[in-house]
């Protein structure tokens, strides 16, 4: 799986909506982008995926680089409860791929 | 309830001593992992199971076993715990390779 860069932290106003980035350069055509996030002492939770183009469900939306070396994940109106570890991961869909957690984002949300 | 769950959801045990952790799922979901989280490392894979009967190692499979004679289950067991293998264990599933992953609540095995 490739790697990817997050920073190691951030924070955002209530209300307000969290842009985490990461940077996926050595990418490759067939690797997809998952996020994940992880609430205090509780299991990891898938949020969404994708490969190229923009994706949105109800939890927040994905926003992919056109070369597909970086990427975005909104939380449109972030709350307390999102306060988390984000996990961005890229990995293919081969019979042997598997995810692959980093240290992840650490995303603070202040009241 | 349809779900993922782990059982136990803490245990200490003894150095030396065998224990299992059970992991089920409801959703007939081919893919089956077990995780482990310490701090400092992250969650790391330690098993991983394509379908009953297939499995495969991980990351860090050494000192533990798995089975899968039903889909649904998927038990890990650490056929003699040491200290190291204190940790927060994750099971997850997935129905498909494309899909996320979800994981159970995780168990707390502390090795005294």
């Known amino acids: 799986d490739a790697k990817t860069t997050q920073p190691t932290s951030m924070d955002c106003a209530e209300g307000r909506a969290a842009n985490l980035p990461c940077n996926h350069s050595?990418?490759?055509?067939?690797?997809?982008v998952y996020w994940y996030r992880q609430i205090h002492s509780q299991g990891p939770q898938y949020i969404i995926h994708?490969?190229?183009n923009n994706e949105t469900n109800e939890m927040a939306s994905l926003i992919i680089t056109e070369d597909r070396k970086s990427s975005t994940l909104i939380l449109p109106h972030a709350t307390l409860r999102d306060t988390a570890v984000y996990y961005c991961i890229v990995r293919d869909t081969g019979a042997n791929s598997k995810l692959t957690f980093g240290k992840g984002i650490t995303l603070s949300v202040r009241p | 309830d349809a779900g993922i769950t782990q059982s136990p959801r803490y245990k200490i045990t003894e150095t030396g001593r065998q224990v299992t952790l059970m992991c089920h799922q409801t959703w007939s979901h081919s893919y089956m992992f077990w995780y482990r989280q310490d701090l400092g490392h992250g969650l790391r894979l330690i098993y991983y199971s394509a379908a009953a009967d297939i499995t495969d190692k991980g990351e860090v499979p050494d000192g533990y076993v798995v089975s899968r004679s039903k889909t649904e289950n998927f038990p890990l067991t650490l056929e003699s715990a040491t200290r190291s293998q204190t940790s927060v264990y994750f099971c997850?599933?997935?129905?498909?390779?494309?899909?996320?992953?979800?994981f159970g609540s995780g168990t707390r095995l502390t090795v005294v």
């Open positions: 050595t990418i490759s055509g067939n690797e997809y």
């Open positions: 994708g490969l190229k």
């Open positions: 997850a599933s997935s129905g498909q390779e494309i899909y996320g992953y979800t």
